[in-house]
C-alpha cells in the first residue's frame, strides 16, 4: 500500500485529500464522545460512588416483619415483638376437590371446624379467608401440602412474651395491630414507622423488677384478700419508673375485654384518698415555708372538735407530741393543727407545686386527675393535711415523695430509659449540703435543707413508727403508711379501706421510691384482724425492697445515724 | 505505521470491550449475589426475631423461679452477700478463725439438753415508761453482727467437732463422757 501512495498524484490526491478532511469530522466525534465518556467515568467515580450503596444500604434496613416496632425493657429484654404470622386464604375455584382438601387443613389446624371449610371451599367466590395468623409450624405443614388453591398471606401479629407482667405499661393491639392502650398507643408514630423498624424502643422498665413488685403484691393480694392492688418502682434522680404493676391484669396475647376492670391501671386511672401518706407533704409545706419548725409541739391529747366534726388519732398517745412524733407515730391532731400554722394559701400552693393538682405526667394515656375538695376552708384543710377529702393517683404520690428526698426536684416520671449519666452521683447526700446543684431543668419545690430533713423523717416513721414491718436490715428504709376508709355511697365505710406504703431507700442517698397499695384488704389472724397499712402494705415494700436492693446494686451499710431521734419519745422495752 | 497503530487500536478497543463485558458480567452476578444475601439477611433476621421472642417467653422471671426453685439451690441474694469492695470481704486476721464463737453444734444424733442458768427477772423488759429514742440502746434494725462469717465459722468448727468426737469412738463414750466433752468443747 505505501509504495503505490506514492505514485498517487492529480485528481486522485486530491480525492484522498477531501476524503482525509471528511473522515476528521467523525474523529472528531468519535473524541468528543469517548472524551464525555472518560469524564463522566470519573465523575462517577469520584462522586457518585456512594449512591448505588445507599440504595443497599436502606433495601436492608426495612425488614421483613415491619409494621410495629419492638419494645425492649432497659437490660435488652424483649417486651412486645411482632411476629410474621401469615393468613391462609383459599381459592375455591382452584380446588379440585373439597373434601379432601379441607380434611387435611382440618388436620393440620385441629380447631378449625370441617364443615365450615367444606362450605368455603365449596363457595363460588373467588378468594376468602380460612385462618388467621398461622403459627410457623403451621405455616409449614400448609405448605407442605401443596395445594395451589392455598395461599398463605403475609400478616403480622403483636407478641407479648412476658404475658400479663408488664401489660398495663404496654398496653395492647387489637385484631389489625391498631394500639389501644399503653406504651402502645403514646409511642405509636414511632411505633408504627416501618422506616424505624430497625430501633426498638427502650422502655425503664426492668423485667426483673416488675416480677418482684408483681408477685409481692399478688402475694400480699391473695393473703388478705383484697380486691385489687398497685405498685411503683420509681428512681429518684431520673424519674425512670422501673416496675408498674396494677392487679388483676390482662394478658395481651389472649383475648380482651376492653370495659372490664382488669384492663384499668390503677396507678394512673384512678385517684385514691391516700390517708397518712399525705402527712409527708402536709410536715414538708409546713417545714419548707418555715411556719413549723422541728421542735414545735402540739397539743394531741384530746380529739380535735372543729366545725362539728371530730378529728380523731388512730394510735392516739394522748399527749404532747412533737412535730417528728406527728410523722412517726401518725397523728391527725397533729398534722391539723400544724395545717392551721401553716395555711391554706400555703397549702393550696405546695400542693400546686408538688404537681397534685394537674394530671401525672408520664407517658401514658388515660391519665386521671386528682379530686379536690370542692370548697377548700379550714376543715378541708385539715383533712387534706391528712389524706381524707383529696384523691390522687399513686403516681402523683410517688412522683411527690420523690422530689421530696432527691433534694427538691420536681422530676416528671418517664418510661423511657435515660441516658444513664453522672445524675446520681452529683446527687449524692453523702456529700455537702453545698455540692447540691440547683437543677434549672426541674422545678425546685422544696429547699435541699427540708428534702433532707424529710429524709430522716421519713426513716424515723420506719424505726419507731407504724412502718415498722417495712424495714430491711442494712437498705435504711424509710417511708410512710396509709390508710384510708373508702367512699361507699357518699359515706366512709369503717370496712372497706385503702392501704398503702409509700416507701424510699436508701435513705441516707434516696434511689428508689417503693410504692404499694391494696384495694380493700380483710385482716387476717396473722396481723391481729387488723388491715392497715403498717399492716399490708409495709411487710410488702420490705420484701420488695430486700429483693431488689441486692439486684439493683445497692450497698446494704449498718449504724446509720438517724437525726431527730432526741425530738421522739418511745415506750421503753 | 499506521496498519500497526490500526491494529493495536483495534486490539485496544477489542480488549477493552472483553474487559467492559467481563466486568458488567461479573457486576450482574455480583448484584444477583448481594439481592440474594440480603434477601437471606431480612430472612435470618425475621428469623432471629422469632427466637428472641422465644427466649423472652422461655425466660419470664416466673418460670425461671420456678424451675430454679425445683432444680436449683440457689436462694435469691441477700443484703449480706453484697460488699462494697474487695477489703471488706478479706478480713481473716483480724477475725481469725479460732476466735469466731460457736453458735451450736451437734453432738450426737439426738438433741441435749444442758442444764442452764434460771433467767433473771428483767425489770427494764417490762417497764413501759416513756424515754428518748436516741438513748434507747440499739434500734430495730441494727440485729445482728454479720451473719456470713458466724455461718462460715460454724463449717469448719462443725468438722472439727466431728473429727474429734470420731476419733475416740472406737472405745464407745458413754452419756456423761458425752456431757462432759461437750461442756469441755463450750468454754
Given at each position: ?28 466525534l468519535?473524541?468528543l ?7 463522566r467515568?470519573?465523575?462517577i ?5 456512594i449512591?448505588?450503596?445507599?440504595i ?5 434496613q ?23 404470622a401469615p ?28 364443615t ?11 378468594f ?26 403475609h400478616?403480622?401479629?403483636r ?7 408488664a ?42 423488677v ?6 409481692e403484691l ?10 385489687g ?7 429518684v ?7 408498674m ?24 386511672l ?5 390517708g397518712?401518706?399525705f ?17 414545735d ?16 388519732d ?11 412524733e406527728?410523722?412517726t ?32 405526667v ?11 375538695p ?40 418517664t ?6 449519666g ?28 427540708t428534702?433532707?430533713?424529710?429524709r ?7 424505726e ?64 391481729a384482724y ?26 446494704p451499710?449498718?449504724?446509720v ?6 425530738l ?6 | ?58 425466660s ?5 423461679q ?31 478463725a ?16 444442758l ?20 438513748y434507747k440502746?440499739?434500734g ?6 454479720n451473719?456470713?462469717y ?6 469448719k ?8 468426737i ?13 456431757i ?8
Amino acid at each position: 500500500m505505501r509504495s503505490a501512495d506514492l505514485h498517487i498524484g492529480g485528481v486522485k490526491s486530491e480525492a484522498i485529500e477531501v476524503a482525509r478532511n471528511r473522515l476528521m469530522v467523525p474523529a472528531f466525534l468519535f473524541v468528543l464522545g469517548f472524551g464525555i465518556l472518560a469524564l463522566r467515568l470519573v465523575s462517577i467515580g469520584i462522586f457518585e460512588d456512594i449512591s448505588d450503596q445507599v440504595i443497599y444500604g436502606q433495601s436492608a434496613q426495612t425488614e421483613i416483619v415491619r409494621e410495629r416496632v419492638d419494645i425492649l425493657d432497659r437490660n435488652g429484654v424483649v417486651l412486645a415483638t411482632n411476629l410474621s404470622a401469615p393468613s391462609l386464604a383459599a381459592r375455591p375455584r382452584l380446588i379440585t376437590d373439597p373434601e379432601e382438601t379441607a380434611d387435611r387443613i382440618v388436620a393440620v389446624l385441629p380447631d378449625l371446624n370441617r364443615t365450615r371449610v367444606v362450605n368455603k371451599l365449596k363457595s363460588s367466590r373467588h378468594f376468602l379467608y380460612i385462618r388467621r395468623n398461622l403459627s410457623p409450624t403451621q405455616v409449614w405443614n400448609i405448605n407442605a401440602l401443596g395445594y395451589p388453591g392455598l395461599i398463605l398471606e403475609h400478616a403480622e401479629k403483636r407478641i407479648y412474651p412476658q404475658g400479663r407482667l408488664a401489660s398495663h405499661v404496654l398496653g395492647y393491639v387489637d385484631v389489625d395491630n391498631k394500639p389501644q392502650a399503653g406504651v402502645e398507643k403514646f409511642f405509636n408514630d414511632h411505633l408504627s414507622n416501618t422506616v424505624r423498624s430497625n430501633e426498638p424502643l427502650y422502655l425503664s422498665m426492668d423485667i426483673r423488677v416488675q416480677h418482684i413488685v408483681r408477685q409481692e403484691l399478688a402475694l400480699a393480694m391473695n393473703k388478705f384478700s383484697a380486691k385489687g392492688g398497685a405498685g411503683i418502682v420509681m428512681d429518684v434522680n431520673s424519674g425512670e419508673i422501673l416496675a408498674m404493676t396494677s392487679l388483676p391484669d390482662f394478658d395481651g396475647n389472649g383475648s380482651l375485654h376492653p370495659q372490664s376492670s382488669e384492663m384499668k391501671n390503677r396507678n394512673i386511672l384512678e385517684p385514691y384518698e391516700m390517708g397518712s401518706g399525705f402527712k409527708a407533704f402536709t410536715i414538708a409545706m409546713a417545714l419548707d415555708s418555715g411556719t413549723v419548725k422541728l421542735s414545735d409541739e402540739f397539743d394531741a391529747t384530746k380529739p380535735l372538735k372543729i366545725g362539728g366534726r371530730t378529728i380523731h388519732d388512730d394510735h392516739a398517745k394522748e399527749r404532747i407530741l412533737s412535730v417528728p412524733e406527728i410523722f412517726t407515730y401518725s397523728s391527725n391532731i397533729g398534722s391539723s393543727l400544724i395545717m392551721r400554722e401553716v395555711g391554706i394559701d400555703h397549702q393550696k400552693e405546695y400542693l400546686q407545686k408538688f404537681g397534685l393538682f394537674d394530671k401525672p405526667v408520664i407517658e401514658l394515656t388515660g391519665l386521671s386527675r386528682s379530686l379536690l375538695p370542692a370548697r377548700w376552708e379550714e376543715i378541708q384543710s385539715m383533712t387534706v393535711s391528712y389524706g381524707h377529702g383529696i384523691a390522687v393517683t399513686p403516681l402523683h404520690m410517688v412522683t411527690g415523695v420523690a422530689a421530696m428526698v432527691n433534694g427538691g426536684r420536681l422530676i416528671p416520671a418517664t418510661l423511657i430509659r435515660q441516658d444513664s449519666g453522672s445524675e446520681s452521683e452529683r446527687y449524692d447526700i453523702s456529700s455537702d449540703i453545698s455540692g447540691f446543684a440547683q437543677d434549672e431543668d426541674y422545678p425546685q419545690v422544696i429547699s435541699v435543707e427540708t428534702s433532707q430533713r424529710m429524709r430522716h423523717l421519713m426513716r424515723l416513721a420506719v424505726e419507731y413508727g407504724s412502718g415498722g414491718r417495712a424495714d430491711v436490715e442494712g437498705y435504711r428504709v424509710g417511708g410512710k403508711t396509709g390508710t384510708a376508709e373508702k367512699v361507699v355511697n357518699g359515706k366512709y365505710s369503717r370496712e372497706d379501706k385503702i392501704t398503702s406504703f409509700i416507701g424510699v431507700f436508701p435513705m441516707d442517698s434516696p434511689k428508689y421510691v417503693v410504692f404499694a397499695m391494696l384495694d380493700e384488704p380483710v385482716g387476717i389472724e396473722e396481723t391481729a384482724y387488723k388491715a392497715t397499712g403498717g399492716w399490708v402494705a409495709a411487710p410488702v415494700v420490705g420484701r420488695i425492697i430486700e429483693k431488689i436492693g441486692p439486684l439493683l446494686g445497692i450497698l446494704p451499710k449498718d449504724n446509720v445515724k438517724t437525726k431527730y431521734q432526741n425530738l421522739i419519745l418511745v415506750e421503753k422495752n | 505505521m499506521i496498519k500497526v497503530v490500526v491494529s493495536f487500536f483495534v486490539l485496544m478497543v477489542m480488549i477493552s470491550a472483553g474487559t467492559v463485558y467481563s466486568l458488567k458480567e461479573t457486576t450482574t452476578r455480583l448484584e444477583a449475589r448481594k439481592h440474594k444475601l440480603s434477601a437471606q439477611i431480612l430472612k435470618d433476621r425475621a428469623a432471629i426475631k422469632v427466637l428472641r421472642a422465644e427466649m423472652a417467653y422461655l425466660s419470664q422471671p416466673e418460670r425461671l423461679q420456678k424451675l430454679s426453685a425445683r432444680f436449683l439451690a440457689l436462694a435469691p441474694a441477700g443484703w449480706a452477700q453484697m460488699a462494697g469492695a474487695v477489703n471488706a470481704i478479706s478480713v481473716r486476721e483480724e477475725g481469725g478463725a479460732d476466735q469466731r464463737k460457736l453458735v451450736s453444734f451437734p453432738v450426737d444424733e439426738f438433741p441435749l439438753l444442758l442444764p442452764r442458768k434460771k433467767p433473771k427477772f428483767n425489770v427494764a423488759k417490762y417497764d413501759r415508761s416513756i424515754m428518748r429514742a436516741s438513748y434507747k440502746s440499739d434500734g430495730p434494725v441494727h440485729r445482728s453482727e454479720n451473719s456470713v462469717y458466724r455461718s462460715e465459722g460454724l463449717g469448719k468448727e462443725k468438722q472439727k467437732i466431728i473429727t474429734h468426737i470420731r476419733a475416740p469412738k472406737t472405745k464407745k463414750l458413754n452419756f456423761y463422757d458425752r456431757i462432759s466433752l461437750k461442756i469441755e468443747e463450750n468454754e
